[in-house]
């Protein structure tokens, strides 16, 4: 199968593909197909957002299209930066930007106030346009003081993963390896949700 991933970030790409591909997925990339046009991300929650770009990208494309939005909710500033998590710090999106901005927000708040998860929502679109599936998946965690590790995407290089009885509880997001990260990220969680439905969608397709 193939899915075609409305999204043009490289960093999210390269998550999808490693998940879904060596479970026989395709993923395709917007290049791939010529682009895709800007979809107004404008709707309340993340669910939202994802349906309106699985939608736009499908009724452009006439293929199966998969799009996600996702964010980061602290407890500390009631849910911020939540839906506008690309865009924390202003336009354009700009990760050491949003870094830094949260930092200084969080700014005084002891360790254990600084609670906090990243969402993923993902919707299927068919070739019609239609919405055929939609999941979602969370982790917890608590937002560093001072960026940790090397494997910087959005907000992991602040994000310690503090769920119990996994390897790399303790460890922040941007420590891990991308296998170790997608087995307890909101990322893949969504994404086995995601093909845990998918054969009974595709086959109702018949």
Known sequence: MELLLASGNAKKLAEVRALLEPLGVRVVA???VGGLPDVV???????????????AAAERTGRWCLADDSGLEVDALRGAPGVRSARYAGEPSDDARNNAKLLED???????????RFVCALA???????????VAGTTRGRILEAPRGTRDFGYDPLFLFTEEGHPQTGRGFAEL?????????????????????????????R
């Open 41 to 55: 991300e404008d709707r309340p929650d993340f669910a939202g957002n994802a349906r309106k770009k699985a939608c």
């Open 30 to 32: 917007p290049a791939e």
């Open 124 to 134: 299927l679109a068919d070739p019609s346009g239609a919405v055929a599936l939609e």
């Open 106 to 116: 969080l700014a005084g708040v002891p360790e254990a106030d600084r609670g906090a």
């Open 177 to 205: 390896e991308l296998d170790e990260k997608s087995a307890v990220s909101h990322r893949g969680r969504a994404l086995r949700a995601l093909l845990e439905d998918l054969p009974a969608v595709l086959q109702a397709q």
